[in-house]
């Protein structure tokens, strides 16, 4: 039976992390972009568990694996839902689900709901308890030996052996806490990983790659709703090069990474989709999807009236620049992505030749 035990809890606890994991990331970001709202903190694990634990019980398998495997869920997600009050009502009616109601008396009702509080408790101070590693392991024994304890009364199990295989589970759950933690270390690497090779190391915006990429993604939205345009503009900042020759390289880096962040802080204030990108030097690109050629041609206007007072560098706080741009329309899903810069360029060179310092939209 031990033997058993210690099978079903070892693989149960290394799939319920990595799907708590992958839940955790992708449930509320599908949710966001389904519904445009905010799902609240820990609702898609705390779900997950009430119904994890609903499964385990309803499964023929004998009453130490049932408790063996709710015990471990539980006990994981107290480290990892992040609203204290959506985890204390999971907890409530997961364990309202698993506690045979026949066997219950007062007395065992009031100890469910101190070891319930207990639990709730560990939630609420979930960030003190992961500070120090003896805190995670005292908050490992005491939890799933006071919810062990009350399971096996429920379930009129005999103590000794009920003691005996909640020490064999322990070892268990503790490598599910650090199976837990590599997994969430890999995963903001992957993540770090990805923005590098996503955002431009020097002014942290958008990069070439992801402009392509975001192109792509701009197509399905044209798809699904063809009437919403998608304009492209191919941004240059003027006598750049005279910049670098006259103040030198660090102050041309300092004017690049100025602007960037300034035209970025703009652009994401606005309530339409829309990303800049840096796809040279002093070269950068920005999509405006859902605007008239006329709102997305004054949107940019607005941000070159801005960029006259924006002081780019600290060296020289005098120092102003000027933009010039190339805006057109995407043709539709049609139109491939090389096509659709020529344009644009095609427009910034006759804003170049034309003195610079203005926008050409056709």
Not at 83 to 89: A, N
Not at 255 to 267: G, R, W
């Amino acid at each position: 039976m031990l033997a058993d035990l210690i099978f079903y809890l070892c693989f149960f606890m290394t799939g319920f992390v990595g799907t708590v994991d992958t839940i955790h990331e992708m449930v509320p970001h599908a949710y966001a972009m389904r519904f445009n709202k905010h799902m609240p903190d820990g609702l898609p694990i705390v779900l997950y568990l009430v119904v994890v634990v609903a499964l385990i019980h309803m499964l023929p398998l004998s009453p130490w694996i049932k408790i063996a495997l709710s015990v471990g869920a539980v006990i994981h997600l107290s480290t990892r839902a992040q609203d204290p009050r959506i985890y204390g009502l999971g907890l409530v009616a997961g364990w309202l689900i698993s506690l045979p109601l026949s066997h219950v008396s007062a007395l065992l009702s009031l100890g469910s709901l101190a070891v319930l509080a207990l639990v709730a408790l560990s939630n609420y101070h979930r960030m003190w308890v992961a500070q120090r590693e003896w805190r995670v392991m005292l908050n490992l024994v005491g939890l799933s030996a006071g919810l062990w304890s009350i399971a096996a009364l429920a379930d009129q199990l005999d103590g000794g052996t009920a003691l005996a295989a909640w020490a064999l589970c322990l070892p268990v759950l503790y490598a599910a806490h650090w199976y837990d933690r590599v997994m969430i270390v890999r995963h903001h690497e992957n993540q770090r990983l990805f923005y590098s090779s996503a955002h431009d190391e020097l002014t942290g915006v958008r990069t070439l790659s992801l402009f392509r990429r975001d192109y792509r993604r701009y197509q399905t939205l044209l798809r699904s709703d063809p009437q919403k345009p998608l304009h492209l503009a191919m941004v240059d900042i003027d006598h750049f090069k005279m910049i670098n020759d006259t103040y030198g390289h660090l102050v041309g880096n300092e004017v690049l990474i100025s602007f960037a962040k300034d035209f970025e802080t703009y652009l994401a204030q606005k309530d339409y989709y829309c990303g800049l990108y840096r796809i040279g030097g002093e070269e950068f690109s920005v999509y405006l999807y859902s605007l008239s050629a006329t709102d997305a041609k004054r949107e940019l206007e607005t941000y070159t009236q801005r960029l006259k007072t924006l002081q780019v560098s600290k060296t020289y706080p005098d120092l102003r620049i000027t933009l010039s741009m190339g805006m057109c329309q995407c043709l539709g899903i049609s139109e491939n992505l090389v096509n659709l810069i020529g344009r644009a360029d095609e427009n910034l060179y006759r804003a170049k030749h034309l003195g610079r310092d203005q926008i050409i939209a056709a």
